[in-house]
């Protein structure tokens, strides 16, 4: 179970482009990285996904990948909670990002992971842009929009989590 449970790590890690052995090395934990929000007791994986698909298409972000990375571990034979990782994106800012830095590409499409912990606790989790935004030295106009794609992930995240259609 031990190895079951580090092989999806790695496997999010990689997914996510979360640099483990860096993060380690400086004294930031993978958790200060990310923003999670549980789901609310109430509230399904299914509907988080059905709230998050709406709460995506009214603030015009398109729902570019979904990734059921549960299935394809089950496929392999590992047993395994539900993960499935959606992207979102609004791509005339993600141009506009690229064109600043290249290095934001590693950052595309914005992430929304699902996933169930192993007490059966679904949880949604992200990349914490609040934290990477302030240190990306942005022109005040490409901060403003940086700000609008973390409020609307964020936002994104919270119908999910509160099953808000």
């Known amino acids: 179970m031990r190895n079951q449970v580090l092989l999806i790590l790695v496997l999010l ?11 380690a090395s400086e004294g930031i934990s993978i958790g200060d990285t990310v923003l999670k929000m549980p789901l609310a ?10 709230s998050m698909k709406l ?32 992207q979102f994106c609004d791509a005339r800012i ?9 290095d934001f590409s590693a950052y595309l499409p914005c992430r929304i992971t699902l996933i169930e912990d192993a007490d059966g606790k679904p949880w949604l989790v992200t990349l914490d842009l609040g934290k990477i935004i302030p240190t990306a030295n942005l022109s005040p106009e490409l901060q403003e929009k940086a700000e609008m794609v ?3 992930i964020e936002s994104i995240m919270t119908a999910g989590a509160n099953g808000e259609l």
């Open 94 to 102: 993600a141009n506009e990002m690229v064109i600043f830095n290249p």
């Open 55 to 86: 709460r995506a298409n009214t603030l015009n972000f398109k729902l570019v990948a979904h990734l059921p990375l549960y299935k394809e571990l089950e496929a392999m034979g590992i047993d395994t909670k539900r993960i499935e990782i959606f």
């Open 150 to 152: 973390r409020d609307k």
């Open 13 to 23: 890690c990689a997914l996510v482009g979360a640099p483990i052995a860096a993060t």
């Open 41 to 50: 007791d109430d509230v399904s994986m299914d509907d988080a996904v059905d």
